[in-house]
C-alpha cells in the first residue's frame, strides 16, 4: 500500500501488485524491429478496445498528441484547439517548437466544449496570407475546466465541420475511459468520428508508463516513424506494455470506483466552512474546490500542513492560487476519503 495520500494526480497512482508480477514476467523482443510480443498485444487489444485499425505504444500523453498533431500537421499548418486544452496548456509547445504547427485557440466552455461556431469561424479560407488549417483537437475528459466528460454526439458534430473542410479531428482522451464511465457509453462511441486519439495507461489505469496512439493503419504506420524521429523507439519495452495490458484489461472497470470516491469527497468538502464546491461539476475524477478567503490558513499553509501532519498531497491546479484539484485513483480508497475530509475539517476549523 503506498503511504501517502496524494490527490495531486491521478499521474501519480503507482503501479498495482499484478502490473508488477507481469512486468517482471514479460516477454519481450526489439520493438524498434517490431518484434516485441507484449507490446504487439498492447497495441493490438488497444486497437480494438477503441474501434481503430491499429494502435501505438508510445511513452506519454504529451508524446501521444505531439507524435499525432505532426503526422496530421506540417510545418506552417494551424491545428484549431481549446484555449485550456492539455496541448496548448501544459505540453510546453512541442508542437509550435517542434512541428512549426501553429496554436489556433477557441475558448473551451465550462462543460468541456468548443463552440461549434467557434471552430467554423476559425477554420481558414484558401488564401497566400493564412497557414493551412488541417486538424481540429479535442480533449475528452476536459481537464483544465474539471475533467468534463464530453458526449459522442458532441464529437460528432465537430466531425462533421472536419470533414466538410477536409481536415481531421485528434482526441487528447488522457482520461477517455473516465468520459466512457462518466456518460455511461464505450470509449469506442466516444472516439468512433475521430482520426486519431490518444489515451493514457499511466493516469487512472495505473500503469506506471505510457499512453497509445489508436488510428488507421497508414496513419499509425507514420506515427511510428514520426515517434522514432522523436527518439521515442523503444528497445524491450514489453517490461512496461506488460503493465498497460493489465491495465486495459482490469482497470477500466473500476473507474466507477474513483468517480464515488470524488464525488463523496466533495459532498464532504461542500460541508466545510471557508470551502467552495460546485458538486453540479463532479462528474469524474476531478474534485475542484476553492479555499475562500474567509480560511484561517493560506493556500501555502494549507498544502504544507495537509502534508506535514497528515501525510495528504493536494494542490492548487498548475496556474491557480486558490482553486485547487484533488483527483482521485486506485490507490485513493474511501477509507482514505475520510481521513481526509477529517483532517481538511481539523486544518480549517
Ligand atoms: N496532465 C497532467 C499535468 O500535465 C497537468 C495532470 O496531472 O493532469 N492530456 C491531458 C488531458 C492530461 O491531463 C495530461 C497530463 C496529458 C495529456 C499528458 O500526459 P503525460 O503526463 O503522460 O505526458
Redesign the pocket.
Known sequence: MVDTIDF????VSHPTPKMREAMYNAAVGDDVYDEDPTVHALEAESAALCGKEAGLFV???????LVSVLVHCGRGDEVILGDK???FV??AGGIAALGGVIPHTVPVHPDGTLALDDIRRAVRGNNIHFPRTKLIAL?N???TVGGMPVSAEYTRAVAEIAREHKLKLHI?G??IFNAAAALGVSAKDLVADADSM?F?L??GLCAPVG?IIVGDRAFIDEARRVRKILGGGMRQVGVIAAAGLVAIREMIGRIPEDHANARTLAQGLSTIPHIHVDLSRVKTNFVMFDLLDSAPVTPDEFVARLQREHNILMRPY?GFKRTF?A?THYWITPERIEQTLGAVQELLA
Open positions: 495531486r494526480s491521478d499521474t511513452s506519454s500523453g504529451t508524446q501521444g498528441n486544452a492539455h496541448t501544459y505540453e480533449e475528459t476536459q481537464g487528447d488522457a482520461r490518444t493514457c499511466s493516469k499512453s498548475p484539484r483527483v
